[in-house]
């Protein structure tokens, strides 16, 4: 048998330490755990505190962001008296007062010219000189025929002399002598016409010389040496020179019907030239076309305008002032018109922040300010550059435009950036 095994006294004192000290140590451990635990749960409540913090201010500034793009900013004019300095502005060109486009009125080569663009002519000064080769032999042709004809009526003249001596001593009939009349006679129509042709000829190959039909300036040289020129306007196509009398000067302006009736002959008129401020040059209405015309519902008018100086040229823009009585007429902006189904509108700012589209009837267009005679009354509030979606009862934002103000250029670009 298998003796037991006896434990001494030492061997027990030294295992029952061990497990005494066991147990206090896994309960500091286990409190570590616990700590860890609860360290990382207050982490992870904090992580998830701080998302919804955020989440929220980030609404919070989407949907003010939103609010502020929705909002519409506008800026606003009050309309002003339509020429309540006494007068209205109407554009025009300036015309010589004398416009001649030369052409060619033989076939031929240019020989020669002698006046280029710019230069200052005299009446009959020579221009240019055409080679007409076609025109000197149809000359030279007719001149001999003239010279045929003539000797056959010389001929015919004799023997009409002759037969009316015959016929006085009964040598040769009636009939005879008739005969001899008639041929003379027709013999001096040939001859006639023969010389008539040689004239028109000679007509002909003086047009080789182009001379200026006015003094002026020469504003147009369409051809040079060599090139081919046929008689007329219906060869080429296009005049041989333009000249233009620049003194005085015609002035053709357009004058709404509005004002039609204040517009006489003899009334006076500021002209001026936006390349030369604050010169003025005074013209005067010379005449009328006495009519509106139905497409545009304007009256032409001719102004006569001084030009000893050559200061102003032809074909220049200039604007004319004339003395008139708008009274009742309003005039704002052109960038104020907006433009629907049922005519021109404009849109109005009312005193509780909403716009009210108003139909106006336009009196006149200047281009950059129109003149308007019914719909618009002189309290409104009109929208500068409205946008093509503004609508009756639309909420806005008046402002004053600057580079930072809201709804210039300067603010948006500041939203985009936040």
């Known amino acids: 048998m ?31 755990a616990r700590l860890a635990v609860i360290a990382v749960a207050l982490l992870l409540a904090a992580g998830a505190a701080r998302t919804i913090v955020s989440n929220l201010q980030n609404a919070h500034h989407l949907a003010d962001v939103t609010k502020r793009n929705a909002t519409q900013y506008v800026s606003v004019v009050q309309p002003v008296a339509a020429g309540s300095d006494g007068r209205i502005v109407l554009p025009g060109s300036l015309r010589g007062f004398v416009e001649a486009p030369i052409f060619s009125r033989a076939n031929g080569y240019v020989l020669h010219w002698y006046a280029d663009i710019g230069a200052h002519v005299q009446q009959g ?6 080679d007409t080769p076609e025109i000197d032999q ?19 003249r004799t023997s009409f002399d002759r037969a009316q001596q015959l016929r006085q001593r009964d040598a040769v009939s009636q009939q005879e002598l008739d005969d001899r009349q008639g041929a003379y006679n027709q013999d001096v129509a040939s001859l006639a016409a023969a010389d008539a042709n040689v004239r028109r000829l ?76 604050g010169v003025t040059f005074a013209g005067t209405v010379t005449r009328t076309s006495q009519a509106i015309d139905v497409a545009t519902r304007t009256l032409q008018v001719e102004i006569t305008l001084p030009n000893p100086d050559g200061k102003l040229l032809p074909g220049a823009y200039v604007e004319a002032a004339l003395k008139t009585d708008s009274t009742g007429l309003l005039s704002v902006p052109g960038n104020t018109l907006l433009f629907r189904a049922e005519g021109p509108h404009l849109a109005v700012v009312g005193a509780n ?61 500041k939203r985009s950036t936040t």
């Open 2 to 32: 298998e003796e037991p095994h006896h434990h001494s006294s030492l061997d027990i004192a030294v295992g029952g330490g061990q497990h005494g000290m066991d147990l206090p140590g896994r309960h500091q451990a286990g409190k570590r």
């Open 353 to 413: 922040g909403k716009v009210k589209l108003k139909r106006v009837e336009i009196a006149q267009d200047l281009g950059q300010t129109l003149v308007i005679g019914h719909g618009l009354d002189a309290a409104d509030r009109v929208v500068l550059n409205p946008s093509d979606s503004i609508a009756d009862g639309d909420s806005v934002t008046v402002v004053t435009p600057g580079p930072n103000a809201p709804g210039s250029a300067g603010a948006a670009a």
């Open 138 to 156: 149809e000359l030279a042709q007719a001149q001999a025929q003239r010279d045929q004809t003539a000797s056959t009526l010389a001929l015919a």
């Open 125 to 130: 000064q020579l221009l240019a000189q055409i």
């Open 202 to 277: 000679t007509e002909m190959k003086g047009f080789q010389r182009i001379v200026a039909p006015i003094t002026g300036v020469i504003t147009q040289r369409n051809v040079d040496i060599g090139d081919l020129v046929n008689a007329g306007n219906g060869g080429s196509g296009r005049a041989l020179f333009a000249i233009a009398q620049s003194d005085p000067l015609r002035l053709y302006v357009d004058v709404p019907q509005t004002y039609a009736h204040q517009v006489a002959v003899g009334q006076q008129v500021s002209v001026t030239q936006q390349e030369m401020p």
